[in-house]
């Protein structure tokens, strides 16, 4: 059961009792909640915190004693007292959330005796549900628009239902393609749009779009330059801070580079690390202009509407991806080496990571030189900017592709200029 250690203090260690512990601790925490809410009067609610507390631990000793079967007439038990007081108080309180909650707790009672950490885990987030109803329903009814609530029901159709039934293993022509793989990156373009309307919504337009686009440029800063065009076509009086957010999203390309480079290749990071160092630089000082013309706007001309995503967006997005990735491994079969490096050039018309990846591998397998690889990461980068500055011209229009297209060269000479720097200096 316990011993006691040189203080003499009792130190339980008989996995049981612990056990044990977490279903009392699981039915005091969520009927402490209720115990606030059960009212006062012939009106109140029947179960409050010793209510709570007992059934936690009866589903806890069922479940001990006799284990699942104990436990599911336990919790039967638990249901029909729970409809009759349903019933009885039906004119007083119609809802069913106390309800619910106490055949909950049962469940979560046996659950602790088997998984603790899960049980305790899972009563926490229904105390903090349980405790959030007012301020649930103020922002379902008052906030959360029908358009944002249709948006969000498309995000989790395409996150929870359509992904798990893709197929996840490579398919199509050179086995290039892996539908999961693709559908992914669907569901984080509509991510992005996302994340950057709530942080609009939360730290308005002048503030939220920069810091949307540092954070979402982790994810894809093409994408994120896409989304920022579209946010931007739709008021100008945002423009600023589009394109701080499209601008600064590189920002977070070139530090995720230098990431996934000391992760393959230190080498060849070492290599690299003038031109991404100066690349990041001119970067954040372009974006940090626009931060600051964006934070001199008034508020009145901050946006409050727009979707959250396009869909249509992010399928188109996925296509381009899947041309490409068709494109490399055609080029890799047919040209071996060569056709890597080249492929790594090609990859990054949609993702510069990737290109660095692949050059970065073949330097650590003793394929290539680190010095050799400079050029092909390099020139990932720069075809990476070419798709940028095309999404920047169609997706936001003329106004925000001559903000943000001056940004993006700068910012690819910059890291040429460091790596004609770095030879020069060797």
């Given amino acids: 059961m316990g011993f006691s250690n040189s203080r003499g203090n009792i130190v339980i260690t008989e996995p ?52 699942e079967l104990l436990l599911a007439v336990a919790t039967a038990g638990v249901i029909a007292m729970t409809a009759i007081a349903y019933w009885r108080g039906l004119d007083d309180d119609p809802g069913l959330t106390s309800e619910i ?19 305790g885990g899972v009563a926490v987030v229904v105390a903090v549900l349980l405790a959030a109803r007012t301020r649930l329903h103020r922002f379902v009814r008052s906030v959360l628009s029908e358009e944002e609530l249709n948006d969000i029901l498309i995000f989790a159709g395409a996150t929870l239902v359509v992904l798990p039934l893709i197929p996840d293993r490579p398919m199509g022509p050179y086995g290039a393609l892996n539908p999961h793989s693709v559908w992914i990156l669907v569901v984080l373009v509509m991510a992005i749009g996302g994340g950057g309307y709530i942080a609009v919504r ?17 994810i894809s800063s093409t994408a994120t330059i896409a989304a920022m065009g579209a946010r931007a076509k739709t008021k100008a009086e945002i423009m600023a801070s589009a394109v701080a957010g499209a601008v600064l999203s590189t920002v977070a390309t070139i530090a995720q580079m230098a990431i996934v480079l000391s ?43 727009g979707r959250a995503f396009n869909p249509v967006t992010a399928l188109v997005f996925a296509l381009t991806l899947s041309c490409i990735m068709v494109a490399a491994a055609a080029l890799q079969d047919r040209l071996g080496e060569n056709g890597i490096i080249l492929a790594a050039v090609l990859a990054g018309f949609v993702d510069t990571h990737s290109a660095a990846i692949s050059v970065a591998s073949l330097v650590a397998s003793g394929k290539m030189t680190a010095a050799d690889a400079v050029l092909p990461i390099l020139a990932g980068l720069s075809t990476n900017t070419i798709s940028k500055l095309v999404l920047a011209g169609t997706s936001g229009g003329r106004a925000f592709a001559v903000r943000v297209i001056p940004g993006l060269i700068l910012v690819v000479l910059a890291a040429w200029a460091g790596a004609l720097y770095a030879l020069i200096g060797a």
């Fill in 16 to 67: 049981v009792i612990l056990n044990l512990v977490v279903a009392l601790g699981i039915g005091l925490l969520i009927g402490a909640e209720r115990e606030r809410r059960k009212g006062e009067g012939p009106a109140r609610s029947p179960a409050g915190i010793r209510t709570f507390t007992l059934t936690s631990l009866v589903g806890a000793i069922s479940f001990l004693v006799g284990s």
């Fill in 101 to 119: 909650a106490l055949v909950l707790t049962a469940l979560l009672g046996g659950l602790s005796m088997q998984q603790p950490a899960l049980a």
């Fill in 202 to 218: 939360l730290l308005g337009a002048r503030f939220g779009l920069p810091v949307a686009g540092l954070a979402s440029g982790f």
């Fill in 263 to 305: 992760a393959t290749s230190w080498p060849t990071l070492r290599t690299v690390a003038i031109s991404l160092a100066s690349a990041g630089l001119m970067a954040v000082i372009y974006g940090a202009i626009f931060t600051i013309r964006a934070l001199r706007q008034q508020a009145a001309g901050e946006e409050t509407g």
